[in-house]
């Protein structure tokens, strides 16, 4: 199963019949089992992130994870990468970087080129290293909640991403930000401690802001323009 063999009714019948009672677990378990070692999981570290890790252990053990490493991150981000690596300690991690340090985009660029032209930041620094990576394999899985913004309330748990020619797999389409919470105290897992700063949603540490009570989950993420995805998802 591919996303150019995988017809438009097939993938109807999966979201709407297949996989639309089952639980996150379930949907992994069916996923790993369908696509076995094509299928690699996007983790951001954030909540949801902490969720899927702890998920993706009990089913796949060995399962391939990568994170976008863009030179930008809070340093809460990169101390918490080194928690996660020893609590999910068979899961195999893989930082990503980009071609140019952000010292070398300095000089290519110019100086704060997220604040000037963030599209193109995110495009060299997320997109290409990604777009890269993941032409090696035929699915992958990402943490993205209908409840989290507008622009992601009509997610499926299996879609045609056509940015990377990939299937994409949301297993946390139904879950709420209380779900996630819920779950990450319950098994005592790690997670960004910005989290607990108004920080629900973490990015690069210059075009995140803290959100208010009351706004949406992700009005932090480059705040003040009409930016309001990376690039990486449709």
């Not at 996303?3 to 677990?25: G, I, P, Y």
Request: charged residues 25%; negative net charge; glycine residues 6%.
């Amino acid at each position: 199963m591919t996303v150019s063999t995988l017809s438009d009714e097939e993938l109807k019948h999966l979201n709407n019949e297949a996989l639309v009672n089952k639980k996150a677990a379930d949907v992994l378990a069916w996923s790993y089992e369908t696509f076995g070692d094509q299928l690699v999981y996007s983790c951001s570290l954030g909540a949801e992130g902490m969720v899927l890790l702890d998920l993706i252990e009990d089913v796949n053990p060995g399962a391939n994870v990568i994170f976008l490493d863009t030179g930008l991150h809070f340093k809460e981000t990169y101390t918490l990468l080194d928690d996660v690596r020893k609590a999910f300690p068979t899961l195999n991690i893989k930082a990503l970087t980009p071609e140019h340090t952000v010292e070398e985009q300095k000089e290519k660029y110019g100086d704060r080129l997220w604040e000037r032209n963030p599209d193109q930041c995110c495009q060299m620094r997320k997109f290409e290293p990604l777009q890269q990576e993941l032409s090696h394999y035929t699915a992958w899985i990402s943490g993205l909640r209908r409840e989290q913004s507008p622009t992601r309330r009509d997610t499926p748990f299996i879609g045609k991403d056509h940015r990377f020619s990939l299937l994409k797999i949301c297993p946390l389409i139904h879950w709420t930000h209380e779900d996630v919470w819920a779950y990450i105290r319950d098994r005592d897992l790690p997670y960004n401690p910005l989290h607990d700063q108004n920080y629900p949603s973490i990015g690069c540490a210059p075009c995140t802001a803290q959100v208010l009570d009351g706004a949406d989950e992700r009005s932090g993420r480059w705040s003040g323009m009409e930016k309001t995805e990376c690039g990486l998802h449709w």
